[in-house]
């Protein structure tokens, strides 16, 4: 009970009143002397992409700012906040699958034991994929294997309802081949399951194929049964990187699937790339940029001299210049060539730079009391560094250059990586890049021909 004298009660208002105006102006002024921090982090949403799971040790460090792993896991498959693929397909798709009728899907062969997480992960995604997405999955692989992963994933009542419904099927195949098999093993493993996603793809019963298994057996299988495009010497692997602009990625061609490369080679890869970047990331008129370490045209070795000249001459593109390592990120160019050895570099560093980025973050978060009080600030930064370095959120690579839309995964691919490189696989397939990459094959006298027609 407070005191009834009134000179006591008197002397105790003042300190009353003013006790709430000074904790707000301490944490005002604890929140000024941190503003680094809220800097840091407008600094790495620039970054690379894939840090996934240091990003979760940021959150953990972070007290309650966000879900722990359990309900992160449980909220894997939600709707993506940084989706790039998500305005290319003009339509934001609902979460009940009764809004897409079976003669809007399109068939998407999927090789199921492929990856580190196969078939349960995958089988997981694809099961989410057919609810969110108009498409229908063949789902290809060891068919015990996949029934017993369904059993201890608590998948039998979905997959019998998406295979009741016809948006599932599972098509059996024999051994799948390992990732640690060389690429050959395409030949004599005849029956794999990548081998039979991709005939899948080749008799037209599927519009794409998807795979995380190994990357080498994929480009064998493609180029074995789909074939190479006429005038394409050499497929290559397509990345999708983030810019300043998370609605603005660039493509990054290639990052692994040729690590020597002849002049015609890139110049290919840059035609590839217009038609990619114009047909499905709906730009009118992409800027093709050539990596090199300096803007100028006489720098660089013989490959980019060459090429540089290659592309100066090639009046089907917008060839904007040489694009130097910083400039990649920047938003100034929408398509980027090189060859398979430094693109894959260029990839492995910024997942790099992403991942030392969120360590100095975390680093920097205070500890305690006032760690968790700053921590509530910076919520919505935290949430968005995650969605925007986590390589699950772009899926996958499009392997360009075979007769067939093919999208390679990564190894560690889990649920939601399989969403977002199978929604990648549908904006390919409905956006009419193979009819476009058909017309590439045309000499410059039967594309003349048929205008004067």
Aim: proline share 4%; glycine share 10%; charged share 20%.
């Amino acid at each position: 009970m407070p005191p009834k004298d009134p000179e006591i009660n008197s002397a105790l208002e003042p300190k009353i009143k003013t006790s709430r105006p000074r904790a707000i102006r301490r944490l005002v002024i604890w929140y000024r002397r941190n503003a680094a921090v809220t800097s840091l982090v407008d600094t790495a949403t620039n970054s690379a992409s894939a840090a996934g799971n240091v990003a979760d040790a940021v959150v953990s460090s972070a007290g309650s700012v966000m879900t722990n792993a359990g309900s992160m896991a449980g909220n894997m498959l939600q709707p993506l906040v940084f989706d790039p693929l998500r305005r290319l397909q003009n339509n934001d798709f609902n979460d009940e699958s009764t809004n897409i009728g079976n003669h809007e899907r399109l068939w998407v062969a999927v090789d199921g034991m492929g990856g580190d997480n196969a078939p349960g992960s995958i089988l997981e995604g694809c099961l989410a994929a057919i609810e969110r997405l108009p498409i229908r999955i063949k789902f290809v692989g060891e068919s015990d294997k996949i029934l017993q992963a369904a059993n201890s994933l608590d998948l039998n009542e979905l997959l019998n309802n998406a295979v009741q419904s016809g948006q599932f099927e599972i098509v059996a195949s024999g051994p799948s081949i390992q990732m640690n098999e060389e690429a050959t093993a395409v030949r004599r493993k005849k029956d794999a399951s990548i081998n039979i996603a991709m005939n899948l793809v080749k008799k037209g019963e599927a519009t794409a194929v998807y795979s995380a298994g190994n990357s080498g057996a994929l480009m064998a299988s493609a180029i074995f049964r789909l074939g190479r495009l006429t005038g394409i010497d050499r497929p290559a692997i397509g990345a999708l990187f983030p810019t300043k602009d998370p609605g603005q990625p660039v493509l990054v061609l290639d990052v692994g699937a040729n690590m020597d490369c002849k002049p015609t080679y890139l110049h290919q890869f840059a035609l590839l790339g217009n038609i990619y970047s114009r047909d499905v990331l709906q730009i009118n008129q992409p800027r093709i940029g050539l990596l090199n370490i300096g803007e100028e045209e006489c720098k660089g070795n013989d490959l980019a001299l060459s090429t540089y000249e290659l592309l100066s001459n090639e009046k089907r593109i917008h060839f904007e210049g040489n694009c130097e390592g910083r400039d990649v990120l920047s938003g100034s160019f929408d398509v980027v060539v090189c060859d398979g050895f430094t693109g894959n570099v260029l990839l492995k560093f910024l997942e790099s730079v992403g991942s030392v980025l969120l360590d100095v973050l975390r680093a920097e978060l205070p500890r305690g009391r006032r760690g968790k009080v700053g921590s509530a600030f910076l919520r919505s930064n935290l949430k968005r560094i995650k969605k925007r370095l986590d390589h699950a959120e772009h899926g996958g690579a499009l392997l360009l250059g075979v007769n067939g839309i093919c999208v390679i995964g990564h190894g560690s691919s889990k649920a939601l990586s399989v969403v977002s490189a199978l929604r990648l696989a549908h904006s390919a397939a409905s956006h009419g890049v193979m009819d476009d990459l058909a017309e590439l094959q045309k000499t410059p006298f039967q594309q003349g021909m048929e205008n004067k027609v």
